[in-house]
């Protein structure tokens, strides 16, 4: 029985979400707590925090059995994105982009 959770317009860059995720893709749920408690990454404080929403979805099904579970999919894709200008030399301006993310995990029961 698949548990979803999904955290959206987080205020991270995708790119670097992405190194952070690589980590757990696969991984057993109390292992990948416990690399992210160690992660010294800011998007791993939202993935941990969304990891545990999904346990906690989990939890109120009485299908699913909390001690098997593992990361069947996690992903992000990049959410909208701010737009915003910095003035430079000769009056002219820089754009800047601050990127949003889309992160997505998705939990499975082991066999």
Known sequence: ME???IAKYV???PRKVRLVIDLLRGKRVDESLSILQF???RAACVVQKLLK????NAERNPDV???NL???YIYVDQGPMLKRFRARAVG???RIRKRLSHVT???????
């Not at 929403?53 to 906690?56: D, F, N, P, R």
């Open 11 to 13: 205020r991270i860059s």
């Open 3 to 5: 548990v979803k959770a």
């Open 70 to 72: 593992y990361i069947k």
């Open 92 to 94: 002219r301006a820089a």
């Open 65 to 67: 059995d909390i001690n």
């Open 105 to 111: 995990v998705v939990l499975d029961e082991a066999s």
């Open 53 to 56: 929403s999904a346990i906690a």
């Open 39 to 41: 992660t010294p990454k």
